[in-house]
């Protein structure tokens, strides 16, 4: 539980988009003030109930599938159903038990899904701190959970606490990240981390970048899975959260093989959906320029040539010369 002041935070958010770190990605300089001042997104918000889901599956053995180039890596935190539904309906209900306790006010649950600065509402919280690869982090289960919040005009009695920066002199994440986004403890230059490049970013990805990728073809998860406080990260038990048609260790000539409607069926409900079908091939064309050299990628590569948008054809032609 915390308040609506993200004073503290305003400079940072600030200096990140004016640095140009934001990329592609527009909306995060729209409502730039709702994002800031809670209070103006949701009028009488007074407090701000944070909470967190834990997302890792057990057993999908993430360092395997990095390894093995001709499988397609996937965040883990996409391989379920969608979180956006899965969060809110929980959250929602929450609301909707805090009216029931504490009626004649307003209860709003988002979960990525309006411009809410949520992770530094999230600190506040007390759930955590703000890891050097930017994300929250906790001793005790890691930083393997979503996010979300329920703003609320009742003046619910505060919680937040702050709890220590707890990353000492470990650069661990700064170090593996394969493009080396994390400019800094804390600064993440989007335009260079994998996660933007395959799921915000549309059209060509800078040839400089495409090699560094590897198999990663929806977000990337390298700066979680070296964080030493992820050896006490705690899987989850929601089984709508379970990896769904083997996308943990799926194939990328199997993924480069689908055509558009199989695309739709094996990421209806999925967050991977969003990314679209063309930029799906795109990132399985890159992993495959980046798979240890077949004659299956390279005939797979060429008859995918004739029918590919001219997006696709760079990448796919990239990708061959990679097979050379």
């Known amino acids: 539980m915390t308040d609506v002041d993200l004073s503290e935070h305003e400079p940072h958010v600030r200096e990140w988009l004016a640095n140009g770190f934001a990329g592609d990605m527009g909306y995060l300089h729209r409502n730039l003030d709702k994002r800031l001042h809670p209070e103006l997104l949701e009028l009488e918000t007074c407090r701000i109930i944070s909470a967190r889901m834990n997302y890792m599956p057990p057993d999908t053995q993430p360092l395997e599938v990095l390894a093995s180039s001709s499988q397609a890596y996937i965040s883990r935190y996409a391989l379920g159903r969608d979180y956006h539904k899965i969060l809110r309906k929980r959250l929602a209900t929450l609301a909707q038990k805090i009216d029931h306790a504490l009626p004649g006010h307003h209860y709003r649950a988002f979960t990525d899904s309006a411009p809410v600065l949520e992770k530094a509402l999230g ?40 709890i220590e920066d707890a990353c000492g002199k470990c650069n661990a994440c700064i ?53 030493p406080w992820n050896k006490f990260a705690q899987t989850t038990s929601e089984p709508d959260f379970s990896p769904r048609h ?63 948008s001219a997006v696709v054809r760079e990448h796919i032609q990239w990708a061959l010369v990679q097979h050379e």
């Not at 959906?273 to 495959?288: D, Q, S, T």
């Open 123 to 162: 600190a506040k919280a007390g759930l955590g701190w703000m890891g050097k690869h930017t994300l929250l982090l906790d001793k005790a289960v890691g930083s393997w959970f979503f996010l979300g919040e329920i703003y609320t005009n009742a003046p619910l009695h505060l919680s937040h606490r702050t």
């Open 246 to 308: 083997q996308l943990d260790a799926v194939d990328l000539l199997e993924c480069f093989a689908w055509d558009e409607a199989t695309f739709l069926a094996r990421t209806e409900g999925s967050a991977i959906r969003r990314i679209g079908f063309e930029r799906w091939r795109r990132n399985v064309a890159i992993a495959l320029g980046n798979a240890k050299t077949t004659d299956a990628i390279k005939q797979g590569l060429q008859a995918a040539l004739p029918d590919a």
């Open 175 to 227: 170090t593996v990240c394969p493009t080396q986004a994390i400019v800094g403890p804390k600064k993440l230059d989007a335009r260079r981390c994998i996660s933007y490049l395959t799921i915000e970013h549309k059209g060509a990805i800078d040839t400089e970048l495409r090699s560094k990728m590897g198999n990663r073809i929806y977000g990337c998860d390298d700066c979680q899975l070296v964080c």
